[in-house]
Nanobody
């Protein structure tokens, strides 16, 4: 089993910044692509940013392009989401997702429990 734990959420004023972290632990064999998603009450969970296994390819949702930056450190099994110029509409629970294989197991998608980000106007 692979466990993902997010941290770094909190309350920030509009225009402020936060940096989210996601660490994978447990019976980690290999991790492929990773991503951040977010969800607000009453809405579907939406994709925010993606990063390839090597870290050389990143894709962002149009709503966060130019403000958010995803990065990773493979030897630490960690990804980050640097969020700048935050807006009230960025308020959501942010989730980390990993395409990973536990030792001796097939590839699967794993999710963290989420971290709350609240942006006040």
């Amino acid at each position: 089993q692979v466990t993902l734990v997010e941290s770094g959420g909190g309350l920030v004023e509009s225009g402020g910044s936060l940096r989210l972290s996601c660490v994978a632990s447990g019976n980690v064999g290999s991790i492929n692509e990773m991503a951040w998603y977010r969800k607000t009450p009453g809405k579907e969970r939406e994709y925010v940013a993606f990063i390839s296994k090597s870290g050389s390819s990143m894709v962002y949702a149009s709503a966060v392009q130019g403000r958010f930056t995803i990065s990773r450190h493979n030897s630490k099994n960690t990804i980050w989401l640097q969020m700048n110029d935050l807006k009230p509409e960025d308020t959501a629970v942010y989730y980390c997702k990993a395409r990973a294989a536990a030792l001796g197991r097939d590839w699967d998608d794993f999710w963290g429990e989420g971290t709350q980000v609240t942006v006040s106007s």
